[in-house]
């Protein structure tokens, strides 16, 4: 089967969908400049105050102690953000009847959107549960009764992601047309 033709095999399907609007300085993130992870930086500004604290520790004992417990209050707070900012994508997630290929993905929603809305998505794909992270940019959104009919183009996708969302597909397919068939 061509590349071209696997670009565009398409099936029905129930899966997860979390999306965030990606504004600003987020979308030069999405264009290929990855932003740092917040734990790795917080990791780098620990190893440079404990060495600081190394220096001032004998000289200023007091001194020493208070920067390391306002550090550790910094963690715990850093810590707690973090936590809370995964439980709300956890909780954002909908399951949702798509119609999903390994270049895009079509479904309905809550709301409207403008086309050309670039977009960071978590697809979970059932029954796998795998978690894909894509890049989309929204092609079409019709209204639809009191819905929004979603189609977005899925952008700057590696290989191997795409290969994971072609697999996903052939499998789903496969199940499907067992269950058609009654066996």
Known sequence: MTDERRRYFRINDTIGI??????????????GVHAP??????SKQDQRIEQLLLEIAEDNPKVAELVTVFNQKI?????????????VDRIAHRI????????????????????????KMELTLYPSEKIVTVQAIVVDCEPEGDE???RVDFYDMSETLQEVLIQHVVVSQGHQLKKMRGS
């Open 18 to 31: 979390t999306y965030h609007v990606l504004k600003g300085e987020e979308l030069s993130v999405s264009k």
């Open 37 to 42: 992870d917040i734990l790795e930086l917080v």
């Open 75 to 87: 963690e715990r707070i850093v810590t707690q953000l973090v936590i809370e900012s995964n439980l």
């Open 96 to 119: 949702k009847e798509a119609n999903i290929s390994a270049c895009g993905v079509a479904f309905h929603n809550h709301e409207g959107i403008s086309e050309g809305a670039r977009l």
């Open 148 to 150: 929004w009919y979603w």
